[in-house]
C-alpha cells in the first residue's frame, strides 16, 4: 500500500516536474546597429499567451517551461527574431532594423498610425534620412523624383524659393486656385500659402510656400496621401490631396543629442546659348548706344563678355542643425535649434532661417497621455525682382552684347551707366528693386488622450498656426520701371492666425471570432484669420532715401478676411482575419465661404483592401508572400475664398483731395456651390522573392465638378473675371512603384527603387453659356486655353504656315511668302484671332529612380528623375532674338545673319482660294531686321517664341556617404559620426534650349504652369556635410 | 455605457448647432464697400479720371499711327489692339458712367446724368473712330450676357451716338433735382458743377460727332459749325483734367520722366514745325514747347517706321519740361481750338472769311494755351504762309494748323482717315518705312482688343488693321 502511494507519488511528481520548473529566462535585446537597448520590445513564448516586454534598458524576464522553449522577439521597424531556448538561462537578442517594414505602419489622418496592409488607397511614406540626405532648405524639394504621381516644381533657384506640390494633376480650373494639398504637421492643420507679391500672376518675386519654413531635420517620416480616399477624414481642404509631416519626439532611454552641419557651392548651371559674334548696333552699323547686339561682326582682339558669366556669382548654403532627446517611461522630451543662411547666385540675393523646437510628452496616469509641442520660426530673405515681362534681372542680363562689361555699371556719382534709354543694368536694377521679406511664425499645439475603457479612447488636440509676414518692396525712381511714378515702395505686413480643434473618440471591438471593428468619431473646428495691412505710395522726396516716410503719394489699404469650418465625422473598419478589410467614412462640413443655403456638404468615402495571399496561405512561399488588392471610391468637397460672393466697390487713391469710389471687375455668383471631387481607384501591392521585390499599381480616376473658378470674361461685360462654379475635369492617374533589395547582405546592400506616373486631364464639361477659359487671353501668340474636349494646360499660339491640303504632293511643307517663312497662315488672311492648338503644359509620364548602395562603411545613393514630353513657354526667349520693344538678338540662334538662304518649302503661284504650290527658289537675304525681328516671319511662330518641349532626364541627386566605424569612436564621447558629400542637380540632359526648365514663372501656389524663363533657374550645388550622434 | 456615449453625443449635437450659425456668418468684405453704401457724388469723381485714363489711353501708343511720336513696332503696322484704350474704357469709365446715369435719372439729378452722358459719348465717339464696331447695347450687362456682341460703327453714328448725345444736352438743361445734396454736381474736377460749361462742352462734341458724320452727309457740316458757336468761348473753358504733382499727368509718367523714352516725336512733325519742309523757312513757336532737342538748331525727329535707337542723330524727346509731359500738365480732351478748326473746315466752302477767322482764332487760341508769346505769336501770324487770306485759305493749312495744334490728341488720326492720308491735304505724308500689314496699305483701324478673342465668342471679322472702316468709305 505504502509503496503503491510512493510510486504514484513520484510518478506525479515526475509528471508534474516540468510544470513546475519553470525556467527563468532573463536577457537583454538591442539594436544590431546603433547598439541601443530596445525598450517595449515583445517576448513571446511561441504557441502561448505568455508575453513580455522588455524595460526601458532593454531587459526581460519570462518564465519557460522547456529547453525546447522557442521565445519570439518582435519590435515595430525590426525584423523579428525566433530563439530556442536551449539550456540557456541568459539569452541576450540583437535585432536588426528592417527597412522594408518601416513601411509597415503608416501615419494617415489626425496622426493615426495604420498597417499599410490594410489600407484601400495608395500612400507613400518618405524616411527622415532622405529627406536630410539632399540637404535640401526647402523640405519638399527633397521629395522630388520619389513620389509617384506627385509634381514638385520648384518655382526658383533664389534663397527661399517657394515649391509647388501637385498630387494627381490640377484638379481645378481657377488660375488663382492653390491645387496644393492640404499641410499637416502632427496631426494639425497649417499654412502653406505662398502670398505671392502681386496676387497669382503677379510673380515678381518668388516668394516661399509656408511649409517650407520647416526644418527639415525635426521630420521624422512624411506620409502623402494622394486621393480623396485617403484625405477625406481632413475634409474640404484636403481635396488636393494631403502631405503628413511627423516631426521626431522624444524616446524614453538615455538622452542623445545630434549635431549636423553642411556648406554647400550653388551654381547655375545650364544657360541659354547666346551669340558673341556681333557689336552692338543695328542693321550692321555699330552704334555705342543702341543696346541691340546687331553690329558688325566683332573685330579680333575686342574684349568679348558672356553675360550670364558677369550675372551669375556662386553661392552658398550654410546649415546647422543641434538636436537633443530623451526621457523616462512617464515622460520624454524632443528640442532641436537650427539654422540655415544662403547667399544666392544673383547680387542682394539672400536667406537665412533659425527653427526652435520642443517637445514632449507626458504619462500622467495609466489612462492618461499628454503630449504638446512648440516651434518657433524666424526666417529673413531678400531677392531681386525678377518680373514676368521685360523688367527682371534675367530679362535684362539676356540682352546685353556681347561687347558690353555689365560688370561696370557704376559712374563715380553713384548713377547707373545707361547704354540704352531701354534697358536697364541687371546688376545695378538687383540692388534696386527688390524685396526683403521677414517672417515670425510660431506653432504650437498641445494634445490629450484618455483611454476610457480598454477598448473605448478619447483624444483631443488644439493646434495653433500664427505667422506674421512683413515684406518691403522697393523700386527705385532710377530704374525704368520706377521712373514712371518716380519710386514706389511698398511696406507690408500679413498677419495670419489658424487654431485647429480636433476631437476623437476611437473604439475598438473584437465582433466574432474573425472580425476586428474600429470606428471614430470626431469633430473638427478650423478658424483661420488673416489680415493684410499695407502702405505704399510713389513719388520719392529725398532720391535715396529709401523709407515709406520719404513719399509724397500715399495709400493704406486693410483686408481681413475670416474664414471659419466646422466639420464632423464617422469612420469605420471592419478587418476580417486580418485578409479583408472595410472601411467606410462620412464627413459633414460647414463652410462659412459659402452662401448659407451651401454651405452644409456631405461626403464619403468606402475603401476595400484583399490581401488574396494569405486566403491562398502563401505567406511562407519564395516568390509571391504577399499580395493585396485595393479599391476605393471617396468624394471630398472644397469651399471658397473668403468674400468672393457678389460684388464690392473700392475706394480709389485720392487724387485733388477727393476720393473716389468704383465697382470692382470681380463678381461672383450668388448661389456659389461647393466644389467635389470624386476619386475612384484601384491597386495591386504585390511582396515578391521574400519581399525583396515590393510591386504596387495604381490606376485612379478623379473628376472634379462645380469648381469655384473666376473666369475671366471680356471686359465688355463691364468685368473682367466671374466667380461661379464652372466645369468638370477628369484626371485619370497611372502611378507604378517597385522597390527593391537587388543585394542584401551583412555588408553589402543594394536597394533601388523606381516610380513612374502618367497623368491625363480632361476636360469634360463647362457650364452653360461659357464656351472655354483662357489663361492670358491678352497674347494672342502664346495662351492656355481651356475648352470642353481638351486639357488642362494646353497650349495655344501661332505655328508656322504649313501646307494643309492633304490632297497634295507637297502636304506638310512650310509655306512661304516672298521666299520668307510664314506664321498663322496670314497668307492666306487669317484673322490674327485664330490660332492653332501647339502642345499641353504637363508632362506624358515622369518618374524617378533611385539607388542605395551600402558597402561596409560607405553607402552611396544616386536618384535620377525623368520626364517626357510637356510643352512649357520661355518667357524670355523672344527677347534674345526680337529687335523691337526691347527685345536684343543676343541669343545664339540669331547668329545667322547677312547672308542669301533659299528656305526648304513651297509658294503659292496661284490664287489665295487656290492655291498652286511650287517649291521655293527664291534666295532671301535674313539677318535681324529681315527674319528675326519680323513677327510674321519669325518672330511671333511658336516654333520659335519660346514653345518647347521640356523633356528631362537629370541626376537630382548624389549622396556619399562615409560612417566612421564604432570601433574607433569607443573612446569618444560620440555614437556616430558620418561625413557626406552630396550633389543636387549635377546633370540634366534635355531638348529644351534655355536655363534649366524646371521653373515657374508665377510662383508656388499659382495655377499657372508652364510658363518659365524669368526667374533664377535651378542650382547645380555641391554640399559637404558632418553628422555627429553623442 | 451607452448612457454616457448618447449624453456625449447630444452635448456635441447641440454646441455645433449653436456654434454654427456665429462662426458661419463671416462672409461680408468689412474692407470693402457694398452697393447700397456707393452714390453718385462719389462715383463722379471715378468716372472723369477713367475717361481722362481712356482718352490717354488712345494716345499712348495710338499716336504713332498720325504720326506725331514714333519709334516703336506699333509704328510699323504690327498688331495692335488699343488695349490701353479699350480696359479704362469698359472696366472702368463706361460701367461708372452708365451707373451715374441710371441712378441719375431715377433719383431725378439730371445734371449728373447729362454729365455722364456727354463723358459717355465722347469716350464711345472715341472708341468707334478707332475700333469701328463696339459693344455698347449689349455691353455692361454684367453676368447676364458674358458674350456681348458688338454694334456696328453705322449704328453707333446713326443711332446711339446722337441718341447719347442729344439726350445729354437735354438733361443738362431741365430743371435742377429738389434733393438738396444732389442739386450741384459734387466732386466735379473739371467744371466744379458748373452746369454751362458742361453744356458747351456737351455742344463740343456734337461738333465733332457733326463733323464725322458730314462724310456721310454734307449737310452736317452747318450743324457742326452751328454747335461750334454754342461751345467753348475761349480755351479757358476746355474739357480737360488737370494733374497734380502727386499723382502726374500720365504723358509725364510714359515719356516726361527723365528715364523713360520709349517714342520721340517724329521727323513728320518736327519738319512741319522747324521750317524746313510744309512751311519753309518759318520756325513754329510751339517747337521747344512742344519737345525739347539736343541740338535747338535742329531739331530732327524720328523717321515714321523706325524704332528707337535705329539712328543716333534723332535728337528730340518729350521732357518734363515741355507743356503737354510736365507733371502738372492737363490731359485735354475737347478744345475751343478744336472747335475753331472744326468751324474752319465747316465753313470753307459756304463761308469763306468766316472760316479764315475761325482758323487763325485757332492757331493764336492754340499758342496762348501753351504760353508762346505775344511776340512770337504775332510773327508767326504774320507770316503769308500762315496769313495768306480769306479768298487763299485752303483744306491742306486749316488741317495742317490743326494737326499741329492737336498734338497728341487722337481726333488728328480721325482727320487723316478721312482724308484717307491724302498728300494734297498732308504734304510729304508718307508711309512709315517698313510696313508689316501684308499689300503695305495705310492704317485704317485697331485690331480687336488683344483680350477680347480669349474671352468673348461674338465678334466682328477683321483680316487685318488695312480695311477702311465705314465712316471713311466712299
Known amino acids: 500500500m505504502k509503496k503503491d502511494l510512493l510510486a504514484i507519488l513520484l510518478l506525479w511528481v515526475i509528471t508534474a516536474l516540468p510544470a513546475l520548473a519553470q525556467t527563468a529566462i532573463t536577457g537583454k535585446v538591442i539594436d544590431s546597429d546603433t547598439k541601443d537597448a530596445l525598450p517595449g520590445v515583445s517576448v513571446v513564448l511561441k504557441g502561448t499567451n505568455t508575453v513580455a516586454i522588455t524595460d526601458f534598458d532593454g531587459t526581460f524576464r519570462i518564465a519557460v517551461p522547456s529547453a525546447e522553449s522557442v521565445l519570439i522577439f518582435s519590435f515595430i521597424g525590426y525584423s523579428s527574431e525566433e530563439i530556442e531556448v536551449g539550456n540557456k538561462t541568459i539569452i541576450d537578442v540583437s535585432l536588426d532594423q528592417s527597412v522594408s517594414d518601416l513601411n509597415e505602419f503608416v501615419v494617415t489622418a489626425f496622426g493615426i498610425e495604420q498597417e499599410r496592409k490594410s489600407l484601400g488607397y495608395a500612400v507613400q511614406v518618405i524616411d527622415k534620412k532622405l529627406i536630410t540626405e539632399t540637404n535640401q532648405p526647402n523640405a519638399l524639394n527633397a521629395l522630388r523624383g520619389r513620389i509617384a504621381g506627385v509634381n514638385i516644381t520648384s518655382s526658383s533657384g533664389a534663397p527661399g524659393a517657394g515649391t509647388n506640390i501637385v498630387i494627381r494633376g490640377v484638379n481645378s480650373l481657377n488660375p488663382n486656385a492653390d491645387n496644393q494639398p492640404l499641410f499637416v504637421v502632427d496631426g494639425i492643420p497649417i499654412s502653406n500659402e505662398t502670398n505671392i507679391s502681386g496676387g497669382r500672376g503677379g510673380s515678381n518675386f518668388t516668394n516661399t510656400n509656408r511649409a517650407a519654413d520647416i526644418n527639415p531635420d525635426d521630420i521624422e517620416s512624411i506620409s502623402i496621401l494622394k486621393g480623396p480616399a485617403a484625405s477625406v477624414l481632413y475634409g474640404l481642404r484636403a481635396s488636393n490631396g494631403a502631405v503628413i509631416i511627423t516631426t521626431k519626439s522624444g524616446k524614453s532611454g538615455k538622452t542623445t543629442f545630434n549635431y549636423r552641419t553642411s556648406y554647400s557651392f550653388d551654381e547655375v548651371g545650364k544657360r541659354p546659348p547666346m551669340q558673341q559674334r556681333y557689336l552692338r ?96 520660426i524666424n526666417s529673413n530673405g531678400v531677392n531681386p525682382r525678377m518680373g514676368v515681362g521685360t523688367a527682371g534681372v534675367i530679362s535684362y542680363a539676356s540682352r546685353y552684347a556681347p561687347d558690353v562689361n555689365i560688370s561696370d555699371f557704376m559712374n563715380p556719382d553713384g548713377s547707373q551707366i545707361r547704354y540704352s534709354n531701354l534697358l536697364d543694368n541687371p546688376l545695378y536694377f538687383a540692388e534696386n528693386a527688390f524685396q526683403e521679406e521677414s517672417l515670425n511664425r510660431f506653432l504650437g499645439n498641445l494634445g490629450a488622450t484618455y483611454l476610457i475603457t480598454d477598448w473605448l479612447t478619447a483624444s483631443y488636440r488644439v493646434g495653433i498656426d500664427q505667422y506674421s509676414d512683413k515684406r518691403f518692396t522697393l523700386t527705385s525712381p532710377t530704374t525704368l520701371i520706377g521712373a514712371g511714378s518716380n519710386g514706389s515702395i511698398t511696406e507690408q505686413v500679413i498677419g495670419y492666425q489658424e487654431i485647429n480643434s480636433n476631437f476623437l473618440l476611437t473604439g475598438n471591438r473584437k465582433i466574432g471570432d474573425h472580425i476586428n471593428a474600429t470606428f471614430t468619431v470626431g469633430n473638427q473646428l478650423t478658424t483661420i484669420n488673416a489680415q493684410s495691412l499695407s502702405a505704399s505710395g510713389t513719388n520719392f522726396v529725398i532720391p535715396d532715401f529709401w523709407s515709406v516716410n520719404n513719399l509724397s503719394q500715399y495709400s493704406a489699404r486693410s483686408f481681413p478676411s475670416t474664414r471659419n469650418i466646422i466639420g464632423v465625422f464617422a469612420d469605420v473598419k471592419f478587418d476580417y482575419k486580418q485578409t479583408l478589410f472595410l472601411n467606410v467614412t462620412g464627413r459633414n462640413d460647414w463652410s462659412s465661404t459659402l452662401p448659407k443655403e451651401n454651405r452644409s456638404f456631405f461626403y464619403p468615402s468606402v475603401s476595400m483592401a484583399y490581401i488574396f495571399t494569405e486566403t ?25 475664398a473668403p468674400y468672393l460672393i457678389g460684388n464690392y466697390y473700392s475706394t480709389l487713391v485720392p487724387f485733388r483731395g477727393i476720393v473716389g469710389v468704383a465697382r470692382n471687375t470681380t463678381i461672383g455668383a450668388e448661389n456659389l456651390r461647393p466644389e ?79 516610380n513612374w506616373s502618367r497623368l491625363r486631364g480632361r476636360v469634360i464639361s463647362l457650364p452653360e453659356g461659357l464656351e472655354q477659359i483662357v489663361f492670358q487671353p491678352e497674347t494672342p501668340w502664346v495662351k492656355q486655353r481651356v475648352q470642353v474636349g481638351g486639357r488642362p494646360g494646353d497650349w495655344y499660339g501661332w505655328p508656322l504656315s ?29 484673322p490674327l484671332a485664330e490660332d492653332s492648338f501647339i502642345g499641353n503644359a504637363f508632362p506624358d509620364w515622369e518618374g524617378g529612380w533611385n539607388n542605395a548602395i551600402r558597402y561596409k562603411s560607405l553607402e552611396l545613393s544616386f536618384l535620377f528623375t525623368f520626364r517626357k514630353g510637356g510643352y512649357v513657354f520661355d518667357i524670355n526667349r523672344r527677347l534674345r532674338y526680337g529687335q523691337a520693344g526691347g527685345e536684343a538678338p543676343t541669343g545664339a540662334e540669331t547668329e545667322l545673319r547677312n547672308k542669301l538662304v533659299v528656305f526648304d518649302g513651297v509658294v503659292n503661284t496661284g490664287t489665295t482660294e487656290s492655291p498652286v504650290w511650287a517649291p521655293n527658289e527664291q534666295a532671301v537675304p535674313i539677318g535681324v531686321s529681315t527674319l528675326y525681328g519680323q513677327s510674321f516671319r519669325y518672330r511671333l ?37 558620418t561625413a557626406s558629400v552630396t550633389g543636387n542637380n549635377l546633370w540634366v540632359s534635355t531638348p529644351f534650349i534655355g536655363f534649366d526648365p524646371e521653373q515657374s514663372a508665377f510662383g508656388a501656389g499659382s495655377n499657372v504652369f508652364g510658363y518659365v524663363g524669368t526667374n533664377v533657374p535651378a542650382t547645380r550645388s555641391i554640399f559637404f556635410g558632418l553628422n555627429f550622434n553623442f | 455605457m451607452k448612457n454616457t456615449i448618447s449624453k456625449i453625443t447630444a452635448i456635441l449635437t447641440i454646441v455645433v448647432m449653436v456654434s454654427c450659425d456665429s462662426l458661419l456668418d463671416v462672409n461680408v468684405d468689412p474692407a470693402r464697400i457694398s452697393p447700397d453704401q456707393v452714390s453718385i457724388q462719389n462715383l463722379m469723381p471715378s468716372a472723369i479720371r477713367f475717361s481722362a485714363s481712356v482718352q490717354f489711353g488712345s494716345a499712348q501708343f495710338g499716336s504713332q499711327y498720325p504720326q506725331y511720336l514714333g519709334g516703336q513696332a506699333i509704328s510699323q503696322y504690327t498688331p495692335y489692339g488699343f488695349d490701353q484704350l479699350w480696359r479704362p474704357l469698359y472696366s472702368e469709365a463706361i460701367p461708372s458712367l452708365q451707373e451715374i446715369i441710371t441712378r441719375g435719372e431715377e433719383q431725378e439729378a439730371f445734371n449728373y446724368s447729362g454729365v455722364a452722358k456727354t463723358l459717355l459719348a465722347m469716350n464711345l465717339l472715341t472708341a468707334t473712330a478707332i475700333y469701328g464696331d463696339v459693344p455698347y447695347t449689349q455691353a455692361n450687362q454684367g453676368t447676364s450676357n458674358l458674350y456681348p456682341c458688338y454694334d456696328t460703327m453705322q449704328e453707333m453714328y446713326e443711332i446711339h451716338l446722337p441718341e447719347l448725345i442729344n439726350s445729354a444736352i437735354e438733361d443738362l438743361q431741365k430743371p435742377l433735382p429738389s434733393a438738396a445734396s444732389l442739386r450741384v454736381v459734387r466732386n466735379d474736377y473739371i467744371y466744379n458743377g458748373n452746369l454751362t460749361s458742361w453744356l458747351k462742352a456737351a455742344y463740343a462734341l456734337r461738333a465733332r460727332y457733326n463733323l464725322h458724320m458730314s462724310e456721310k452727309n454734307p449737310a452736317l457740316k452747318a450743324q457742326a459749325s452751328a454747335d461750334v458757336d454754342r461751345a467753348f468761348g475761349t480755351s479757358a473753358e476746355d474739357l480737360e483734367l488737370v494733374y497734380e504733382v502727386q499723382i502726374q499727368n500720365p504723358w509725364w509718367g510714359f515719356l516726361g520722366n527723365p528715364v523713360n523714352k520709349g517714342q520721340q516725336p517724329t521727323s513728320f512733325l518736327t519738319n512741319m514745325m522747324n521750317g524746313t519742309v510744309q512751311y519753309s523757312g518759318l520756325v513754329d513757336p510751339r517747337l521747344p514747347i512742344y519737345m525739347t532737342s539736343g541740338n535747338p538748331q535742329n531739331y530732327k525727329g524720328i523717321v515714321p517706321g523706325a524704332l528707337v535707337g535705329d539712328d543716333p542723330t534723332v535728337n528730340v524727346n518729350l521732357t518734363a519740361n515741355n507743356w503737354h509731359s510736365r507733371n502738372t500738365a492737363p490731359l485735354q480732351m475737347l478744345t475751343y481750338v478744336e472747335g475753331q478748326f472744326i468751324k474752319a473746315e465747316a465753313l470753307l466752302e459756304s463761308n469763306r472769311p468766316a472760316a479764315y477767322d475761325a482758323y487763325r482764332n485757332g492757331i493764336r487760341a492754340s499758342m496762348a494755351k501753351v504760353g508762346v508769346t505775344n511776340a512770337a505769336m504775332e510773327t508767326y501770324m504774320a507770316n503769308l504762309k500762315i496769313s495768306m487770306g480769306a479768298p487763299n485759305l485752303q483744306l491742306t493749312d486749316i488741317m495742317m494748323q490743326k494737326y499741329i495744334a492737336l498734338f497728341l490728341q487722337m481726333e488728328t488720326w480721325t482727320d487723316m482717315r478721312r482724308f484717307q492720308y491724302s498728300t494734297d491735304i498732308y504734304p510729304d505724308l508718307k508711309q512709315p518705312i517698313i510696313n508689316q500689314i501684308p499689300g503695305g496699305p495705310w492704317i485704317q483701324r485697331s485690331n480687336i482688343a488683344d483680350e477680347e478673342p480669349g474671352t468673348n465668342t461674338c465678334l466682328p471679322e477683321i483680316p487685318n488693321q488695312g480695311v477702311v472702316l465705314w465712316l471713311f468709305q466712299n
Open chain 1, 281 to 376: 548696333g543695328f542693321n550692321g552699323l555699330y552704334n555705342p548706344s543702341d543696346y541691340r547686339a546687331d553690329g558688325p561682326p566683332i573685330p579680333e582682339g575686342t574684349p568679348v563678355y558672356d553675360q550670364w558669366d558677369e550675372t551669375f556669382n556662386t553661392g552658398n548654403t550654410f546649415q546647422n542643425n543641434f538636436s537633443f532627446s530623451g526621457g523616462s517611461e512617464k515622460a520624454t522630451f524632443y528640442g532641436s535649434i537650427g539654422r540655415l543662411d544662403q547667399t544666392g547666385v544673383l547680387p542682394n540675393s539672400e536667406f537665412d532661417r533659425t527653427n526652435i523646437k520642443i517637445s514632449g510628452s507626458l504619462k500622467a496616469s495609466d489612462k492618461l497621455t499628454i503630449d504638446g509641442a512648440a516651434t518657433y
Open chain 1, 616 to 640: 491562398l496561405n502563401l505567406s511562407s512561399s519564395k516568390i509571391l508572400s504577399f499580395g493585396k488588392i485595393r479599391g476605393s471610391f471617396a468624394e471630398v468637397g472644397k469651399d471658397a
Open chain 1, 676 to 754: 467635389r471631387t470624386r476619386g475612384v481607384e484601384f491597386g495591386v501591392d504585390l511582396g515578391l522573392f521574400s519581399n525583396r521585390l515590393r510591386l504596387d499599381v495604381n490606376y485612379a480616376v478623379q473628376t472634379s465638378i462645380d469648381q469655384i473658378v473666376p473666369i475671366p470674361v471680356s471686359r465688355a461685360t463691364g468685368f473682367t473675371n466671374f466667380v461661379i462654379n464652372a466645369g468638370e475635369i477628369r484626371n485619370n492617374i497611372w502611378e507604378l512603384t517597385a522597390d527593391m533589395d537587388i543585394i542584401k547582405k551583412k555588408d553589402f546592400t543594394w536597394n533601388s527603387m523606381l
Open chain 1, 802 to 830: 504649313k501646307v494643309e491640303d492633304q490632297s497634295s504632293p507637297f502636304f506638310g511643307d512650310p509655306v512661304l511668302v516672298n521666299g520668307y517663312p510664314d506664321v498663322n497662315n496670314n497668307w492666306r488672311g487669317v
Open chain 1, 941 to 977: 511662330a511658336s516654333d520659335f517664341n519660346g514653345f518647347q518641349e521640356a523633356s528631362w532626364l537629370r541626376l537630382q541627386n548624389v549622396s556619399l556617404n562615409y560612417t566612421v566605424p564604432a570601433r574607433l569612436l569607443a573612446k569618444t564621447p560620440f555614437t556616430q559620426i
